[in-house]
């Protein structure tokens, strides 16, 4: 039986129980699961890349099959260097679904290997987003219920 190993890539800024929810699905279908923390200037984050993977890290200590790396390059590269064809996404609205289907076409057009494998979070989970996870900090709005508890103090500390 072939190792199957997977790619989680995302910014994580800040890692979320949905993530966790994805990662931990992920788990039950793959032997090792990378995560992999896109440096993304691009997108202007929040924390920084040694912030996010610290508290990706943290966040997915309890699942052994998890790996935390930083990557700055092409996804189709990532993969070549990893020797892994499954890329990871999730979706949690239809509006994903759309940017989530035109990015696997197009890595798949740059590797016919790489196959993308979409999972949806579990019902309590399908609204949360790094996005609104930031949203919330500024004005001191509860964030508990969409963390980690264990990055809390992390992001409590922003």
């Known amino acids: 039986m072939q190792f199957r190993r997977a790619i989680?890539?995302?910014t994580f800024d800040p890692i979320t129980n949905g993530?966790?929810?994805i990662i931990k699905r992920a788990c039950a279908m793959f032997d090792e699961i990378i995560v992999a923390?896109?440096?993304?200037?691009?997108?202007?984050?929040?924390f920084s890349l040694?912030?996010?993977?610290?508290?990706?890290?943290?966040?997915t200590d309890e699942f052994p099959k998890v790996k935390v790396i930083r990557f700055h390059s092409l996804?189709?590269?990532l993969s070549d260097e990893l020797d892994a064809n499954i890329i990871i996404r999730g979706l949690r609205a239809v509006s994903d679904f759309e940017y989530?289907?035109?990015?696997?076409?197009?890595?798949?057009?740059?590797k016919k290997e790489l196959e993308t494998?979409?999972?949806?979070?579990s019902l309590q989970n399908a609204f949360i987003s790094s996005s609104?996870?930031?949203?919330?900090?500024?004005?001191?709005?509860?964030?508990?219920?969409?963390?980690?508890k264990i990055i809390l103090d992390d992001i409590e500390k922003r």
């Open 100 to 110: 989530e289907l035109q990015m696997g076409y197009a890595n798949a057009s740059l």
């Open 8 to 10: 989680y890539p995302g």
């Open 19 to 21: 993530h966790l929810d």
């Open 37 to 46: 923390i896109a440096q993304n200037e691009a997108k202007s984050p929040m």
């Open 117 to 121: 494998v979409y999972l949806m979070p």
């Open 50 to 59: 040694d912030e996010r993977i610290n508290m990706a890290k943290k966040a």
């Open 132 to 148: 609104v996870v930031r949203s919330l900090l500024p004005f001191k709005g509860k964030v508990s219920h969409l963390v980690p």
């Open 75 to 77: 996804l189709v590269d």
